[in-house]
């Protein structure tokens, strides 16, 4: 039987967020951190990933650009987005084309971090979305 941790790959172009969430995270799963969506990009054509947990606003290639980008490729993978309440819209547009399964609105706590990233899970397996204020 394995006992080796799903692989989270983290992406936020400031080192405290990057902390933050390997802090939060690294109890369930072996995290894998990029300061930007290119090398984003380049870590998920390495190799699988189960959970990808992305900044919104980020220098050259947004959160959601990323998602985009990925779509097609990663079927398989929990997309979990970072966000301030400006780009709820956006978000919410994201959620119903799949990009997004989930979200959580800045600042993060960890408790609510975790309860999206679950929920995420579970959005990707056929369970409907639920708004983070409802989660």
């Known amino acids: ?8 790959l983290v992406v936020d ?3 405290d967020m990057l902390d933050f969430v390997e802090r939060v995270m690294r109890r369930h799963y ?3 951190r990029c300061s930007s969506a290119e090398d984003a990009i380049e870590a998920l054509d390495r190799g699988e990933f189960a959970v990808l947990i992305t900044d919104q606003k ?18 398989r993978l929990v997309r979990v987005l970072l966000s301030g309440f400006t780009d709820v819209p956006d978000i919410q547009r994201a959620v119903e084309q799949s990009h997004v399964h989930g979200y959580v609105l800045k600042p993060v706590d960890s408790q609510r971090l975790l309860a999206a990233v679950a929920q995420a899970h579970a959005v990707r397996d056929g369970a409907p979305f639920v708004p983070p204020e409802e989660v």
């Not at 039987?1 to 989270?8: H, N």
């Not at 980020?58 to 079927?75: K, Q, T």
């Open 58 to 75: 980020m220098p050259r290639v947004s959160g959601l650009e990323l998602l985009a980008r990925i779509s097609g490729r990663h079927s």
């Open 13 to 15: 172009d400031e080192p």
């Open 30 to 32: 072996e995290v894998t």
């Open 1 to 8: 039987m394995s006992t080796a941790k799903p692989r989270l």
